[in-house]
C-alpha cells in the first residue's frame, strides 16, 4: 500500500508539473499571436544585428579588420546572393520617360548631400517662398548668391560624375594584354567574379607568388 501511494504521489505530481508547463505554453502562443506577423523576423534580424555589432567591436579592439575577417569566411555564392540582395533594394527601372529619368538622377544625386536646416530657413525668409521654390511669375535673378564652400561642393560633385561616366562603358571589349586564367567562357565569368569579391584580399599574395617570393 505504501508503495502505491508513493507511485500515485508521484503521477499526482508528473500531471500538475504538467499542467503548469502547458498553461505557459498556451499563455506564449496567446501572446506571439497578438504580436505582428514580422515580430519573430524582426526579433531574429535585431539580434543578428546585435551580435554581428559585438564582434566587430571585439575585432576593433583587437586591432583586426573584421570586414575582411568575416569576408575570408564567406564563399563566392553566397556573396553574390548578397550583392544581388543589394540590387533588389535600389532596381533599375530602365528608361520609361525622360522626366522620370531626370527625378531618378536628382533623387540619387542629393540622397548623400547634407542640409544645413538653419541656412536654408534663413535664405528662405530672405527671399520669400515665392521666389525661393521658384513659382510662377516670379523672378529669382540677383536675390541669392552661392558661397564658396557650395560652388566647390558642386564642382567636386560634377567632377565624380565625369569621372564615374568615363569607367562607364555598355559594351565589354576583349583585352589582349590581360593574363589568360581560364579555360572556357564560364570559368572566365567565374574568376571574374572571384577577383571581384577577394580580389583586394589575395593581390598581395598573387604578387609573392609572380616574384617567386611567396612563403
Do not use: C
Not at 502505491?4 to 499526482?12: D, G, I, N, S, T
Not at 513659382?135 to 565624380?160: C, P, Q, R, Y
Amino acid at each position: 500500500m505504501a508503495d502505491f501511494k508513493a507511485r500515485l504521489a508521484k503521477l499526482h505530481s508528473k500531471r500538475n508539473e504538467a499542467a503548469v508547463l502547458n498553461h505557459k505554453e498556451v499563455v506564449e502562443e496567446d501572446r506571439l499571436k497578438q504580436m505582428p506577423k514580422n515580430y519573430l523576423k524582426k526579433r531574429q534580424r535585431l539580434e543578428a544585428e546585435y551580435e554581428e555589432e559585438q564582434r566587430r567591436e571585439a575585432a576593433v579592439a583587437e586591432g583586426k579588420d573584421y570586414d575582411r575577417l568575416r569576408m575570408m569566411n564567406v564563399g563566392a555564392d553566397e556573396a553574390e546572393r548578397w550583392e544581388r540582395r543589394k540590387k533588389k533594394k535600389n532596381p533599375d527601372q530602365g528608361f520609361s520617360t525622360y522626366e522620370d529619368a531626370t527625378i531618378r538622377q536628382y533623387n540619387r544625386l542629393v540622397k548623400n548631400v547634407k542640409v544645413d536646416v538653419a541656412e536654408y530657413e534663413k535664405e528662405k525668409h530672405a527671399v520669400g517662398e515665392s521666389a525661393f521654390y521658384g513659382e510662377d511669375n516670379t523672378i529669382a535673378i540677383g536675390l541669392h548668391k552661392d558661397s564658396k564652400d557650395a560652388i566647390d561642393n558642386m564642382v567636386e560633385d560634377l567632377e565624380k560624375q565625369i569621372a564615374k561616366r568615363e569607367k562607364y562603358s555598355r559594351r565589354r571589349t576583349f583585352d589582349d594584354d590581360a593574363d589568360i586564367n581560364f579555360i572556357n567562357e564560364r570559368n572566365m565569368k567565374f574568376n571574374k567574379k572571384l577577383e571581384r569579391f577577394y580580389g583586394s584580399y589575395t593581390e598581395e599574395i598573387k604578387q609573392n607568388l609572380e616574384r617567386g617570393t611567396a612563403v
